[in-house]
């Protein structure tokens, strides 16, 4: 069973999903589609993910009601989960891969199928996001169908020493902002120049913070010359390099528009 392709309620036996989790690390097996699609988990938790990090093709998330105190939808419209991150007598490791699975999501953008107890069977919630990361949990919220006009990414920065992070949220640091980026008429990338509406007929952007959140200090405004608006390719491509390098973004904008030869002023 495709678990993306699922309908919300359909009822998976946990004996199919067993089967799918250990074949799928078996060479030959019906199951087995490479390294790449390997279903790990750590022992005695809820959660499996889909390949190698930190570009996971996904994660299946097993919740059972009562196992956390405070997990448990959010609101009666079940459109958000709060799921506890996994601690080792009491504390929490940002480093275990149960975790890292959650707290990566909103940056590489991939899948959480999120599952719920019922006897001998898993039920299908649905496909979520992260949308919010807290000391000890995260909340999820039903991954939207199709998006909005400026894509508002969400990004989160790793403290060394594992004692605390710091996670932006565009929309929750200045709404302001993003309500001024989507009323400013402007859909082209300002490193390939490629123009949304002038393509593909549809008013769509993304906006990118030049300045690493992790260096503000708490309060620090945001405005609109903060973003940078692109597309999904160089945006990615950005966030490669930030991996990757301690380049500021004007350095790494002149680099890949080097690279693929588009260096137009903007």
């Known amino acids: 069973m495709d678990l ?12 199919e999903l067993f089967d799918l989790i250990r074949l ?58 709060r799921y506890s991150l996994k601690a080792r007598k009491g504390i929490v490791s940002l480093t275990e891969k149960a975790n890292r699975s959650l707290i990566n999501q909103p940056q590489y953008s991939y ?26 949990s995260v909340e999820l919220r039903r991954k939207a169908i199709g998006g909005d006009t400026v894509n508002e990414k969400f990004e989160t920065y790793f403290v060394e020493g594992g004692k605390r992070y710091v996670t932006h949220l565009i929309s929750e640091r200045s709404k ?22 002038e393509k593909y007929k549809v008013d769509y952007i993304e906006a990118h913070h030049k300045v690493p959140v992790s ?9 609109v010359d903060d973003f940078a608006l692109l597309c999904a ?10 991996r ?10 002149r680099k890949i528009q080097k690279a693929i030869g588009s260096d137009t002023p903007k």
């Open 233 to 242: 390719n160089c945006h990615s491509v950005v966030h490669v390099h930030m």
């Open 244 to 253: 990757n390098s301690s380049d500021a973004y004007p350095d790494i904008k």
């Open 176 to 197: 302001e902002v993003v309500s001024l980026l989507k009323s400013s008429e402007r859909f082209e990338c300002e490193i390939c120049n490629l123009d949304f509406r």
């Open 24 to 81: 799928s690390k078996v060479e030959g097996s019906d199951h087995w589609h490479g390294k790449e699609l390997l279903i790990a988990n750590t022992p005695q938790q809820g959660i499996n993910w889909v390949g190698e990090f930190p570009v996971l093709a996904g994660v299946i998330l097993k919740v059972r009601p009562g196992s956390y105190s405070g997990d448990g939808w959010v609101g009666t419209d079940k459109e958000r989960y």
């Open 4 to 15: 993306l392709e699922a309908d919300d309620g359909v009822f998976i036996s946990k004996r």
């Open 215 to 223: 260096t503000f200090a708490s309060g620090t405004k945001v405005t």
């Open 111 to 136: 899948p959480i199928v999120l599952l719920s107890d019922r006897k001998a069977f898993w039920r299908f919630e649905g496909v979520f996001e992260v949308s919010e990361i807290g000391s000890d």
